[in-house]
């Protein structure tokens, strides 16, 4: 996206403290400009300095013009901020108003989000539903330290998915015998 103002096709019209409001004047170039698009999505909101607040899409709702065009209000929940250097941060309302771009977060800054664990203390048995090429690892210290429960119903994969659980933690585990 370019910063003119008359080309922006999205820009933030509201900001609330658990929530951002943003207008897409049009929907199809967006969804084009950028790889995907849904609820879920990840959204980049940045400001002049080149940090960016990252939301994920909530919700969207389309309000009809008099000249019966139609504007779509997409309604995201930030999760974190991604300083200038490439450092994502959990929480804080760090954003600049008013914001100067709104655009899909790109794949190696949505990585980030979940690139925070410790090496030696995470494993990764998923990915991300959105992109599978994104792992979504866990702290294993953490994960293992909870009461855990997988449920579902006859065939649906629970063996399997234990299985592949204990299987990537064991394998990226790095053992230290202590004499």
Not at 75 to 87: C, N
């Amino acid at each position: 996206m370019t910063n003119s103002i008359q080309e922006k096709i999205a820009k933030v019209v509201q900001v609330l403290p658990n929530k951002i409001k943003i207008q897409v004047k049009d929907i199809e170039r967006f969804k084009i400009e950028n790889e995907k698009f849904a609820v879920g999505s990840y959204l980049r909101v940045s400001d002049s300095e080149d940090c960016a607040l990252i939301s994920i899409i909530e919700n969207f709702t389309i309000e009809k013009e008099e000249d019966k065009t139609s504007n779509y209000i997409l309604e995201a929940t930030p999760i974190g901020f991604l300083d200038s250097d490439g450092t994502f941060t959990r929480g804080g309302n760090n954003i600049a108003i008013p914001p100067t771009d709104v655009e899909l977060a790109r794949k190696d800054e949505i990585q980030k989000i979940y690139n925070f664990i410790d090496d030696q203390r995470k494993f990764c048995f998923s990915k991300l539903s959105q992109d599978n090429e994104i792992n979504v690892p866990v702290n294993g210290d953490k994960f293992f330290n909870k009461h855990i429960a997988v449920v579902g119903s006859t065939g649906s994969g629970k063996s399997h998915t234990v299985t592949k659980i204990l299987q990537e933690a064991i394998t990226s585990k790095t053992w230290v015998i202590r004499v």
